[in-house]
């Protein structure tokens, strides 16, 4: 966590003057571990924070673990306390920069950028590299993407009594609006 804040303040105070900082507390943060004739193994997260610097594309992003809420309550016990550790591994945290972005230049349309960076699930650190679809609105940006994450490159382990119901790759949603700082 100290380490997030750090960089995030970092981002915020070394920048030029002019600089501009969009940031969302509100990000929508979606993974689905469903598979296909199984109850939907699906949860929502709306609490994420992120913060994009339009300078240079740096983006930074905090999601707290216990902020999923998965539509049975024992599904949301048993993802805290049996697989992701949320009391020990309370966040996960993305470390990047949107490539080519020019905050100038973006427009109504959503236009595809690549995203690459490290993110951190339970302590573990891996580089991924995304497409996300970027758009400027009235307030800031509106930013989507997808990507896939492998459970056990993080070390979260699937049961064998339910292993035939989670898929060994979630599927991640974001779509966060960003508004200036």
Do not use: C
């Amino acid at each position: 966590m100290k380490r997030l804040i750090l960089i995030i303040a970092l981002i915020f105070y070394t920048s030029k003057i002019a600089s501009q900082q969009l940031y969302t507390n509100i990000g929508e943060t979606i993974f689905d571990g469903s598979k296909e004739s199984f109850e939907p193994i699906k949860a929502t997260n709306n609490n994420s924070v992120s913060i994009i610097d339009t300078d240079n594309g740096n983006i930074a992003a905090l999601i707290y673990i216990k902020d999923f809420e998965f539509r049975l309550g024992l599904m949301q016990e048993h993802f805290n306390e049996n697989y992701m550790y949320s009391s020990k591994f309370p966040k996960s945290t993305f470390e990047g920069v949107i490539q080519n972005f020019n905050f100038g230049k973006l427009e109504n349309n959503y236009t595809n950028f690549i995203i690459e960076g490290e993110i951190e699930i339970k302590g573990v650190k891996k580089n991924i590299s995304t497409v996300a679809r970027i758009k400027k609105t009235d307030d800031g940006i509106d930013l989507n993407t997808s990507f896939n994450i492998k459970l056990s490159d993080f070390k979260i382990k699937i049961p064998r009594l339910v292993f035939k119901k989670i898929d060994e790759n979630v599927v991640v949603n974001l779509n966060y609006s960003y508004e200036k700082k």
